[in-house]
C-alpha cells in the first residue's frame, strides 16, 4: 500500500498563494482534462483557459485579478479561496509544493501569530 505523506500544513487555513503564480504550466494530458471538464476543444480550452508562454513555448494557466494578491490563476474562486477546477486541476497543482512543509504557510502562520491576527493574508509586497 502507498503510503501518506504527512503534510505540516493546512490549505483550508490558508488564502492559496501558491496559486498566484504567474507560470503554472499545463501539459497535454492536463489539457484534455480541463477540456472535458469544460466540455469543449482541445483548441478551444486552449483559447479560452490558457496562455503561451513566449520563452518556453509551453502552455500556462491563464491569470486574472486577484483581491489580495494582485493576480492569480482564472480558476481560484476569489471568495471561497478554493479551485473551481479542482478535479481537473493540472499535476503541477496536484504536486504543489511536493513536501511536507509550504513555506508560504509557515510565514503565513508566523505572520498570524505575530500579529495576533487569525484572518490575517501575509504578502511581501508591501507597496502604500
Ligand atoms: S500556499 Fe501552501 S498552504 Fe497555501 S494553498 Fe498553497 S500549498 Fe496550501
Ligand atoms: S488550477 Fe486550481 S489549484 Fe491550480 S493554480 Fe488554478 S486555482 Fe490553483
Known amino acids: 500500500m502507498r503510503k501518506k505523506l504527512r503534510v505540516l ?3 483550508s487555513n490558508c488564502p492559496a498563494w501558491c496559486c498566484t503564480y504567474p507560470r503554472v504550466e499545463v501539459n497535454d494530458p492536463d489539457i484534455e482534462r480541463l477540456a472535458a471538464f469544460f466540455g469543449l476543444s482541445r483548441s478551444a480550452t486552449i483559447k479560452k483557459h490558457l496562455r503561451k ?3 518556453s513555448g509551453r502552455f500556462l494557466l491563464r491569470q486574472r485579478r486577484d483581491d489580495y494578491f494582485d493576480h492569480a ?3 481560484l474562486d476569489k471568495k471561497t ?10 499535476l503541477a497543482c496536484r504536486r504543489y509544493p511536493g513536501t511536507a512543509r509550504c ?3 509557515d510565514f503565513l502562520m508566523a505572520e498570524r501569530d505575530r500579529q495576533r491576527d487569525d484572518s490575517l493574508i501575509a504578502t511581501t509586497d508591501h507597496r502604500p
Open 81 to 90: 479561496r478554493m479551485c473551481k477546477v479542482y478535479h481537473a486541476r493540472p
Open 103 to 105: 513555506g508560504y504557510y
Open 9 to 11: 500544513y493546512n490549505c
Open 53 to 55: 508562454d513566449s520563452e
Open 73 to 75: 490563476c482564472k480558476f
